[in-house]
């Protein structure tokens, strides 16, 4: 059963700063991955979206990878703003599937 | 464009109530649904899947009589919570994929927040 783990759970940083946020899933035979962003009482914005055969993506700010060998993700945001404050979760789809497997979240605070 | 919209955002009611919950793809032809349930500071979980005209796949554990999911046009899908109990409080979020793209995004909906008294 495929599990997938954000870490850390919560980060706080000043604005400006560079940041990593982690993702790793126990299964690595996976079609895609996915980060997605959730404000507070809302659904779920898309973010990036990784190709099992791709290395990483770019938009904007954020940059992700992805080392499906490893079973890992990485979400790097530049220059974070105070806007950037949210939930951001990352989710994995299994080949032959298009469901959905959630980590539990990173909750990002911006201080100005 | 892929606007998924849902409705109502919040509902309270009294326990032993049904509560409907309406999932539409405003510009565009969905081929399928999700419904997710999420608890607070918990990941989404899927509760089912469906497809337009044919009947929902529930996830294990799920209780299909539960949660009554119709899926009558390819732009909506409703969630049915029968005799809700506190304990079914949640946030319920669901998605579309848009027809003739498989494996691609899914774009969710603003999520539904479920209070039982």
């Known amino acids: 059963k495929q599990e997938v783990t954000q870490i850390p759970a919560a980060l706080s940083v000043p604005e400006g700063e560079n940041l990593v946020l982690n993702c790793s899933f126990t299964?690595?035979?996976?079609?895609?991955l996915q980060w997605f962003r959730q404000d507070p009482g809302k659904g779920l914005t898309s973010l990036l979206l990784?190709?099992?055969?791709?290395r990483e993506q770019t938009s904007g700010r954020l940059n992700a990878s992805l080392d499906k060998s490893s079973g890992r993700s990485t979400l790097y945001i530049a220059a974070s703003q105070p806007g950037d404050s949210a939930t951001y979760l990352c989710?994995?789809?299994?080949?032959?599937?298009?469901?959905?497997?959630f980590g539990k979240g990173t909750k990002l605070t911006v201080n100005p | 464009g892929a606007v998924v919209s849902q409705h109502p955002s919040w509902v309270i009611c009294k326990s032993g109530t049904s509560v409907k919950i309406e999932c539409r793809s405003l510009?565009?032809?969905?081929?399928?649904m999700f419904w997710y349930r999420q608890f607070p500071k918990q990941s989404l979980m899927l509760m089912a899947t469906?497809?337009?005209?044919?009947?929902?796949?529930?996830e294990q554990g799920v209780e299909k009589d539960k949660f009554l999911i119709n899926h009558a046009s390819l732009t909506l899908s409703t969630l049915t919570v029968t005799s809700a109990h506190p304990e079914d409080s949640s946030f319920y979020i669901c998605?579309?994929?848009?027809?003739?793209?498989?494996?691609?995004?899914?774009?969710f909906g603003d999520g539904t927040r479920l209070s039982i008294l």
């Open positions: 510009d565009f032809q969905a081929t399928t």
């Open positions: 990784i190709q099992s055969s791709q």
């Open positions: 299964d690595s035979a996976i079609y895609n």
């Open positions: 469906s497809n337009e005209g044919s009947k929902a796949t529930y």
């Open positions: 989710a994995v789809t299994q080949g032959g599937s298009e469901k959905l497997v």
């Open positions: 998605s579309a994929t848009i027809i003739g793209q498989a494996y691609q995004p899914q774009h």
